[in-house]
């Protein structure tokens, strides 16, 4: 059976309007030790004994803190995971490196008395599996057998309300409140992370991406590009465009990795909802913080 392979593009820009980009995101081969960085052409990992980590972290709190608070979010997870144990089990492993990545940034802003913080989505693949975690507002989808999938649910204001049957779905984006996140990495003293995991698939394909461009361009939008796009490389470039075209109000990050080597195919009667399994929650009764 030939190993399991990811091809993978990441891109992030600052937009249109903010003088500055606070996102930060990283793809690394764990076992290998090679990192894929922003403009390099998109690379191809073998997903070995330590797996391979997909993230997006968008910082905030002005100034440079949001710059440092990303890139200190990023910088932390993959250190840690990188040297862990390999035997450890995944999903423990997952909650270790991002409460240490929180704790990271929440001591940095109390040294230098700031506010400051950063979502953080991410993906570790590891033996067939995706580990899927989520703080804040950037999201990861899934795009299988032509369908999308948002793995991940947005712990923000508007999500809640959605939830509650507050505010319908379709007004969503246009709420003042739509920046208010529930939670953020190192803004206040705990987080709680909601984990996932998902049985991959073969040509299954992961989109991580900031709310940079799911403000401004649709999952049914995501979907097509991709598909009809061919390459990661191409899609990611095609999405980071296509939000700037919209006005590109916020930073914009996007990461496409395409499954393939070693999987099956999906069963004609496979729901994702069979390979999806929720782990951890997190609990919307938080402390609103702004972005």
Known sequence: MSHLQL???GKTDPGRVRRKNEDAFVVADLSGGSLLLDGTPHSRFDVGERGVLLAVSDGMGGADAGEVASALVIETLTRTLATAAPDTPRDALMNHAI????????NVAKRESKKMGATL????????????????????????????CQLTHDQSMVQMLVDNGILKPEHADESLLRNVILQA????????????RLALRDR??????SDGLT????????????LTSGRPEIAARALVDLANERGGKDNITVVVAGIGGGLTKPPVDEKISDTFEILTTFDQASAPTKE
Not at 99 to 106: D, G, I, L, N, T
Not at 204 to 209: H, K, N, S
């Open 215 to 226: 403000t401004l361009v649709n999952d049914d939008e995501i979907r097509n590009v991709v």
């Open 7 to 9: 091809t993978v593009f």
């Open 204 to 209: 299954d394909c992961l989109v991580l991406c």
């Open 185 to 196: 990495m190192g803004n206040q003293r705990d987080v709680k992370v909601a984990l996932a």
């Open 121 to 148: 989505t991410s993906v570790f693949v590891h033996a067939g599996q995706a580990y899927i975690a989520e703080v804040g507002d950037s999201r990861a989808y899934l795009i299988r057998g032509g369908a999308i």
């Open 99 to 106: 409460q240490k990545a929180h704790r990271a940034v929440w």
